[in-house]
Structure formats: C-alpha cells, structure tokens
C-alpha cells in the first residue's frame, strides 16, 4: 500500500502535524527552507487552518517556493487555497502575507521533481515508492503518478 492511497491517520498525521507547534512558536527558522508552514482558511468552514509541507524547490532569487500535494486534488490544503487564496506562509526567517501561488503543469512538475531527486537522492529514494512515483520523474510509466500530484509554486506579494 502506497503512503498516498488515503489520508494520514493516527500516529502518521499527528507526526506530520508536528512542526505546526514549532512554527507556531517562533521556531520554524530551524528548518530553513526545506519546510514551510501555510495557513490557509477553509473553503467550507471559513475557519483557519495550518499545514506544513515539504519545499521540494526554492529560489532565493525570484523568491519561489514549491510544493508538491502527494494526495493530488483531494488534499485539504490544496482544495483551500484553490478556493481562497493563503493567507500567511513562514519559509525560513521569511514571513509572506497573502502569497501569490501559481499550479505548475505536468511538464514543470517533472522537471521540478528530478531537481529534487538530484539534490536530496537519499529522500526521493524514499519518498518515490511511497507515492507510487519510479526513481527516475520523467520514465513515461511515472506518468500517471505524476499528473495525480499536484505542484504549487508560491511567492510573495509584496
């Protein structure tokens, strides 16, 4: 069974959800820019909500960050911003209110996702079977796996 056949339950989502508390208490800078944390407003509830996800590309320059939902469109997160746009990210020391994001297409996923390969080759090993995904993005059977996946690039509007 792949991690990404259902939603995190019991000990994986309380694992997941615990560098919420980190963040939320002014130490979120420990993780550099390999995490950042989202809130975001629920497109049913309108209630704020908080996730952290996995940066898988970041440009300094630009600024850029990128996110993958493992869980495609049925992510709660992805489904909120898609709806109503973030309200706050915290990258790093970097505090963006109101980021813009942008839904990358299969192309610039695939692309986006060997990059990470390259430069965290112990993690994709991992992270790859998991999600259903061949080591290599780009071998024509990832495919399917791939175009599941759903890709955001985020950046501030200031």
């Known amino acids: 069974m792949r991690l990404v056949d259902h939603a995190p339950r019991g000990l994986l989502r309380a694992f997941f959800r615990a560098p919420i508390a980190l963040y939320r208490n002014g130490l979120g800078a420990l993780f550099g820019h390999r995490l950042l944390y989202l809130v975001h407003k629920g497109r049913k509830s309108g209630l704020r909500r908080e996730t952290v996800l996995e ?3 970041y440009d ?6 990128v996110v993958v ?3 495609g469109e049925s992510s709660d997160w992805y489904r909120n911003i898609t709806a109503t746009p973030a309200l706050e990210l915290r990258l790093g020391r970097q505090r963006w209110a109101h980021p813009g994001h942008r839904l990358l297409e299969l192309d610039e996923t695939v692309r986006i996702l060997r990059g990470y390969r390259d430069r965290h ?3 994709w090993r991992h992270l790859a079977p998991m999600m259903g995904i061949p080591l290599d993005p780009a071998d024509p059977s990832a ?3 791939v175009i599941r996946l759903r890709a955001v690039a985020f950046t501030p509007t200031d």
């Open 60 to 65: 300094p320059v630009r600024p850029e960050a």
């Open 55 to 57: 940066v898988v590309a």
């Open 143 to 145: 495919r399917d796996a």
């Open 121 to 123: 080759p112990r993690a």
């Open 69 to 71: 939902s493992a869980w």
